[in-house]
C-alpha cells in the first residue's frame, strides 16, 4: 500500500483567510484525488489532481475557490480560500496507480474548522 | 447516473458476534468495481475489501466477506467475530473501470463489549 502523509491533520481558521492542504505520497502514483467530507456525511470527490496540469473538478467546485496543484507524481496541494463556515469539513487526499496496486488509499484527512 | 445506497445509518453488534452491513447500487454497467471501506475515528479511510462485477465467487478477507447479488445489485458486508476494534464508519463504493469512486452515506458500526 501507499503512504500517504497529509498536513496539517487539523487547523482552526478565520474566516475570509485560505489555508494549503498538503499530501505527500512515498511513491509515485498515476492519480491523485481531492475529497470534501461535510460532517456526518459521506466523501464527495472535488477534484482530480493532474500532474503538470489544471485540475480536473466537479460540479459544484471551482478553481478560484480550490486551487489545486501537482508539480510531481508524489506531491499535491489543495487550498481552501476565502474561507466561511460552511466550509468546515474534512478534506481528504486519496492516491491510486502505485507500481504494486491500483486500489485507491487515503491520507488521514484534515479536518477543518472556520470560525 | 450510479448511485450507492446505505439504508443503515447505524449499527450495533456484540462482540464476538456477526454483523451484516447493507448495501445496494444503481448501474447500467455490466463490467465495475465494488469496495467496502472503514472510517475509524482517525479518520482514515481503508480499504476492507474489493468485488469485481465479473467475479461470481464473493470475495473474502480473514473475518470479512460479502455477499455480492449482481441481478439484485446488492453488495453487503458480513463482519464475522466482531472485534472492539471493528467499530467504525462503513462506506460502501462503487467504480466502473477507472471512473470515480462513488460513496453511499455510510453506515457506524457499534461493538459491544
Known amino acids: 500500500s501507499a503512504v500517504i502523509s497529509q498536513k496539517p491533520s487539523r487547523d482552526i481558521c478565520q474566516r475570509g483567510t485560505s489555508l494549503t492542504i498538503q499530501c505527500q505520497v512515498d511513491?509515485?502514483?498515476?492519480?491523485m484525488f481531492w475529497y470534501r467530507q461535510q460532517p456526518g456525511q459521506s466523501l464527495t470527490l472535488i477534484a482530480t489532481?493532474?500532474?503538470?496540469?489544471?485540475?480536473?473538478?466537479e460540479s459544484g467546485f471551482v478553481i478560484d475557490k480550490f486551487p489545486i496543484s501537482r508539480p510531481n507524481l508524489t506531491f499535491s496541494t489543495l487550498t481552501v480560500s476565502n474561507m466561511s463556515p460552511e466550509d468546515s469539513s474534512i478534506y481528504l487526499c486519496?492516491?491510486?496507480?502505485?507500481?504494486?496496486?491500483?486500489?485507491?488509499?487515503f491520507g488521514q484527512g484534515t479536518r477543518l474548522t472556520v470560525v | 447516473a450510479q448511485t450507492v445506497t446505505q439504508s443503515q445509518p447505524e449499527m450495533s453488534v456484540q462482540e464476538a458476534e456477526t454483523v451484516t452491513l447493507s448495501c445496494t447500487y444503481d448501474?447500467?454497467?455490466?463490467?465495475?468495481?465494488l469496495f467496502w471501506y472503514k472510517q475509524p475515528p482517525s479518520r482514515q479511510m481503508i480499504l476492507v475489501i474489493r468485488?469485481?462485477?465479473?467475479?461470481?465467487q464473493n470475495a473474502t478477507e480473514n473475518r470479512f466477506s460479502v455477499n455480492f447479488q449482481k441481478a439484485a445489485k446488492s453488495f453487503s458486508l458480513k463482519i464475522s467475530d466482531s472485534q472492539l476494534g471493528d467499530a467504525a464508519m462503513y462506506f460502501c463504493?462503487?467504480?466502473?473501470?477507472?471512473?470515480?469512486?462513488?460513496f453511499g452515506t455510510g453506515t457506524r458500526l457499534q461493538v459491544f463489549p
Open positions: 489532481a493532474n500532474q503538470g496540469s489544471e485540475a480536473t473538478y
Open positions: 511513491s509515485q502514483v498515476t492519480m
Open positions: 486519496s492516491v491510486e496507480g502505485t507500481a504494486r496496486s491500483t486500489e485507491a488509499f
Open positions: 448501474t447500467s454497467e455490466s463490467d465495475y468495481y
Open positions: 463504493a462503487y467504480r466502473r473501470n477507472t471512473d470515480k469512486l462513488i
Open positions: 468485488q469485481e462485477a465479473y467475479k461470481q
